[in-house]
């Protein structure tokens, strides 16, 4: 069974450019979260998805940063016009409900954007 | 204040000691409560849940101490394999996790 996927696993992007970062649940997952990882710091929570709809998006940016679960596909987290602060670990996780409790949260691999 | 707190790191422990993590959390109303490992460059993994009456995974034990809003993890008879960073994770409520910035283990040979 493959676990949570994201690509790319490294993004270089210039000042100013778009990035996407992609990640698949575990199948049969409809629960996704996004956490970000600057060098030396925790993991802080950015948003937590269903299919097709934003359930909490507490830490996400208020400008520049967006994401999407939809129906079909994976989840998008998109940022616009990077500023060099956005270089960080960006880690998806999924869970087959609502995570805590006796649900466990599992982790992708992480994308490393760096902005030049 | 911050929500999840931890021990400073690093700590290095040679091979076989007992090393034990601290944390402590700001919410009261928090109901779970975990030990994530995260290698270097990896993503954190689950090593175990927290329960309140304190529970045991081989070389591994938690504890919880909902009145002082406190968590430890024990770790005996360390390997060179546990050399991580652990990450004490908090889920208050009906609200995402929320993790502590870590405690680095380096056991030496």
């Known amino acids: 069974n493959a676990g949570v996927m994201q690509n790319p696993r490294h993004l270089v992007r210039r000042r100013g450019q778009e990035a996407r970062l992609r990640c698949s649940p575990v199948k049969g997952h409809s629960h996704v979260y996004w956490y970000r990882q600057l060098p030396e710091e925790g993991l802080k929570f950015m948003v937590y998805l269903q299919k097709e709809n934003i359930i909490d998006e507490s830490g996400m940016p208020k400008e520049r940063f967006s994401a999407e679960f939809p129906k079909e596909g994976p989840s998008i987290l998109r940022i616009q016009q990077v500023v060099r602060g956005d270089s960080a670990a960006y880690f998806c996780a999924s869970s087959p409900t609502v995570a805590g409790l006796n649900n466990e949260q599992f982790f992708g691999p992480g994308t490393r954007l760096t902005v030049l | 204040r911050k929500e999840v707190e931890q021990d400073p790191g690093p700590f290095n422990v040679p091979e076989g000691a007992t090393v034990a993590f601290n944390c402590t959390y700001s919410n009261s109303a928090s109901q779970s409560f975990f030990w994530y490992r995260q290698d270097c460059r990896k993503e954190p993994k689950l090593l175990m849940s927290?329960?309140?009456s304190g529970n045991e995974d081989g070389r591994f034990t938690a504890q919880l101490n909902r009145a002082s809003q406190y968590i430890s993890l024990l770790i005996r008879d360390s390997k060179l394999s546990d050399s991580a960073t652990y990450l004490c994770v908090v889920k208050p409520g009906n609200t995402p996790l929320v993790f502590g910035k870590g405690t680095r283990l380096s056991v030496i040979a």
């Open positions: 927290v329960y309140s």
